[in-house]
């Protein structure tokens, strides 16, 4: 079993940035592909980015390409998502998840998942 929280969220103007952290715990030693999912209110949980277990390897939505960053630090067993030019488009609750396939987008490829962590942009 993986644990998984996230923190960082809060709400911001257009424009502005925020850096959501995920913190896991459990068997962190297995070599999980981490992910960020997103989900705004009366809309299906979307992909936002995901990074391979060594951090050499990233996908992003189109959406936010370009404006989020994803990273992960190992050693503290926590990744990072690190978003630019933020707008309202992008306010939803942000999820964290760990899975097993590199790349993936797919909800259905994560098996673990965190709590959210709720960001609003205001315009």
């Known amino acids: 079993q993986v644990q998984l929280v996230e923190s960082g969220g809060g709400l911001v103007q257009a424009g502005g940035s925020l850096r959501l952290s995920c913190a896991a715990s459990?068997?962190?030693?297995?070599?999980?592909?981490m992910g960020w999912f997103r989900q705004a209110p009366g809309k299906e949980r979307e992909f936002v980015a995901t990074?391979?277990?060594?951090?050499?390897?990233?996908y992003y939505a189109d959406s936010v390409k370009g404006r989020f960053t994803i990273s992960r630090d190992n050693a503290k067993n926590t990744v990072y998502l690190q978003m630019t030019s933020l707008k309202p488009e992008d306010t939803a609750v942000y999820y964290c998840a760990a899975g097993r396939y590199s790349n993936s987008y797919r909800y259905a490829d994560y098996d673990y998942w965190g709590q959210g962590t709720q960001v609003t942009v205001s315009s």
């Open positions: 459990g068997r962190t030693g297995s070599t999980y592909v």
């Open positions: 990074i391979s277990w060594s951090g050499g390897s990233t």
